[in-house]
Every structure is written in structure tokens, then in C-alpha cells.
């Protein structure tokens, strides 16, 4: 599998584990709490596994840029997070810096 699909993949789990932070009450609520625990396991595994190619500030980068973009739009969707100007700026913000990342 390509380097960047693993850091997609790993991306996609940054998101999980933080939904999972919301979703565990403060680790309060145990299966949450397991599964935030192992999510964030499995990212960080398979983003070791990415940056065998991809340097190490590019792929930091991109897989925070992921997990923050990918947070940021469910909790809109899943907690009815406010959405205004300010926001999506600061989401296509992110979305460019990725993209500038990844053309580098």
C-alpha cells in the first residue's frame, strides 16, 4: 500500500480517537474510552508505518491537518457545532495546507 494511503488511513483513525475523547465522557464511559485508546493506537502505528517514506514534518503535518479537518466537519454533523465564516476559512485554510504539503 503507498505511503500516503497508509497516512489517509492513519488520518481517518486521528479522527476517530478524537471523536472518541467526546463520545468517552472523559474516559468515563468504558467501551468509548477502550475504543479511543486503540484508535489512537492503530493511527499512531500506521502513521509510524507511513513515515518510513514520507518525511517525518510532512507527514505529522498532514495526518494532524486530517484528523483536525475531519473533526472539525463531524462535529458540525454529530454535535451541532456552530458553522460560520471564521470556521470555513480555517477548515479550507487547513485543506490548503495540506495540499500544499503534499505537492511539495
Excluded at 503507498?2 to 478524537?18: R, V, Y
Excluded at 486503540?38 to 500506521?46: Q, R, Y
Aim: charged share 10%; hydrophobic share 60%.
Amino acid at each position: 500500500m503507498s505511503p500516503w494511503a497508509l497516512l489517509f488511513i492513519a488520518g481517518l483513525c486521528e479522527i476517530g480517537w478524537a471523536l472518541g475523547l467526546k463520545y468517552s465522557d472523559g474516559f468515563s464511559k468504558p467501551i468509548p474510552a477502550v475504543l479511543t485508546v486503540v484508535t489512537a493506537a492503530i493511527s499512531v502505528v500506521i502513521l509510524s508505518h507511513a513515515m518510513r517514506a514520507i518525511p517525518v514534518g510532512t507527514a505529522y503535518a498532514v495526518w494532524s491537518g486530517i484528523g483536525a479537518l475531519g473533526t472539525a466537519i463531524f462535529a458540525v454533523i454529530l454535535f451541532a457545532e456552530p458553522v460560520n465564516a471564521m470556521r470555513v476559512l480555517g477548515i479550507l485554510l487547513i485543506v490548503g495546507g495540506i495540499a500544499a504539503l503534499k505537492l511539495a
